[in-house]
């Protein structure tokens, strides 16, 4: 952070004044003499370089004071009627990003398994230096701040601040997020929102394996790569020297040429990206098979499909121009206060066909596409969506919206990130308990709950005086009581899930509300079964997307937080307590030095044995002794694991009469 060495007096737009020791969070230092700021109250603007100094600052500091801004925004827009200003909304951008690498940096600080309590300060300036610096003259600000005058650099004796586009721009290559099968638990299908349950994602033993909510019946399409090479050495045709082959030297083929055929063939026939292509490429090996003479031709044609489509050919492409007129006409439906009046209940069925034709885009086009759609405008079309999703009562059309907003968190993690810090939480958390003994009305909720909370990332402080220990009270009242048969065998998966994704959110095990409402309860059984049962698989549920950033695993997580304090070390029942140990030391034996979960392993198992009531049963006590015996014997250069081992057996000598 910054703070202000001079009173500075702007009467330009975009442009701060502000007072001495006036603090500020830089945003963007791009500009030779002009930083970005934020100064906590919801104001951003540029302020000259040579008026402030850096401070010292914890982080947990600057991420008020960002939330802080982000709240002023809100707030403000909120009276203005839930609409963004095209500032309002770069401002949100920026603040959004300056979050995460705020984030980031703190994440990378600290070793694998271990918490860390340190706190990360920013650099600082000697105190001297500020006494004898004399008051320097502010950078001159262009005489107005007209695009065309901002646009010149030579009008002005200072650098301008830079244009006010966006900056989220993503590739063109449409294998940055590669798709895969999503697994089905209990054999759960999540076709359409007219079926009684979604998808109830189940992490694979595989640890790489990754979940979404794709449709069954339409994910079921090959995934195949849509740039076509056909192998002379392998395919059916054999050497036709002898034939007449058609002259195409002379033949002009536009660059796009493949990638329009595609696109005509799912505006034909409705056909996924993904089959689309593999139709083409069908046609075309046919061709060659059958008409040797068009050989030159059909190769010519398919190299075509080696160009990446640019910006312009994506952006006019049939279902990049049919998004931005389904987002255009949810738009308006948000801004038509008859939508809202109980009299007209005709429209539900043109509203819920938009929401249709726009789930089956989003789930069947190219991801390039979609994401440069829904990136648009810092994400307007997604921000009108989440308001109107607020505004709309009807259950039918809340519930396609839902399926909406699951599509874009597949296809994008900005999206995530944007859906995180709107009001949705809020209105999903209220949701619950509304439709608490609809199971399939929550089934759909809990999950796109999960998706939102699923990358780890720190949420605004003012949001959990609405998600505090009373709400998740009855989130585990919904586990260990499931109102009805239908609810234990379509929610209660789903709302474990919700759990682990919102733990790990927190830190510290102070002001964990998830730990605290264990400690209270003192037991938890249907919680605490899924939980062994997942960790004994090695699955990790919250690990959802392909796109999806690599947050410690949820289940060890919960684990970790669990022994961490002698409150909730007592929740597994002595039985329960034994599996775990089973578990800890198959791993231990099966796992190779050098791998970062035998280290969260270890810490685990030097929680169970600090907090728990282990010393009673002392269960596989040998066992156990001969894991920590030849991890610090081995010969693997693996300091931490070593480290850790002995460790336990120092602190465990009465345990394991060990010297």
Known sequence: MYRAIYDY??????????????????????????????????EVGYIPKNYVEPISVADPD??????????????????????????????????????????????????????SNKTVIYQQVPAQQTEIMPKRKAPKPPDNDTHSKRSSVKSVTAPLPPSRTSSLKFPDDSNMYPTHQPDMCDQQSY?????????????????????????????????????????????????????????????????????????????????????????VECIFSLLKLRIPETNDLVNKITHTFQQISDDAEEDSSHDAVRLQ??????????????QRSWALHEDESIIKGYLEELNSILENAKPSICRRVIARNNYECLNNLVIYYQMELRSSLRLKMLKSFSRMCVLDKLAISGLLYSVLPLELATEMRSCKNDANHLSFVVHVFSMIFCTGESVQFSMYEHLNQSFIHFVFELIESPPSDEHEDKVTDLIVTFILAFNLHF????????????????????????????????????????????????VTKLLLDLYGNAKTACLLYTNDLKVLIDIVIRQLCDLSPGEKIRTLYLSLVQLVLRNSDYSESQHRREELLKCFSTIITEEADTEWDKSIANDILEEQKNLFFYS
């Open 9 to 42: 007096t702007s009467r330009l737009s975009n442009y701060m004044s502000f007072q001495k020791n006036d603090n500020f969070t830089v945003l963007d230092n791009s500009e030779k003499d002009w930083f970005l700021a934020q100064n906590g109250l919801g």
């Open 62 to 115: 600057v991420l008020k004071s960002i939330d802080r801004a982000i709240a002023a925004i809100n707030e403000q827009a909120t009276i203005s009627g839930n609409n963004y200003t095209p500032q309002q909304k770069q401002n949100l951008t920026k603040l959004v990003e300056h979050r995460s690498r705020v984030l980031e940096k703190n994440v990378s600080t600290v070793e694998p398994g271990i918490s």
């Open 191 to 279: 076709e359409s929102l007219d079926m009684q349950s979604p998808e109830i994602p189940q992490c694979a033993v595989n640890k790489c394996q990754t979940k979404s909510i794709e449709a069954l019946d339409s994910s079921t399409a090959l995934t195949i790569n849509p740039i076509f090479k056909i192998d002379s050495a392998t395919s059916p045709i054999k050497s036709h020297s002898s034939l007449s082959m058609l002259d195409v030297s002379n033949l002009q083929i536009p660059n796009n040429f493949g990638t329009e055929m595609v696109d005509e063939v799912r505006k034909s026939t409705g056909l996924s990206y993904d089959k689309s292509c593999l139709a």
């Open 325 to 338: 007129e389904l987002f255009s006409d949810l738009a308006d439906c948000k801004d038509d206060s008859q």
């Open 507 to 554: 830190q510290n095990y102070e002001g964990n509300f998830i730990m605290q409402e264990l400690a209270e309860r003192g037991t938890a059984q249907n919680f605490s079964e899924k939980i062994l049962i997942l960790f004994n698989r090695g699955d990790d549920p919250v690990k959802m997307f392909d796109h999806q950033s690599s947050p410690p695993n949820s």
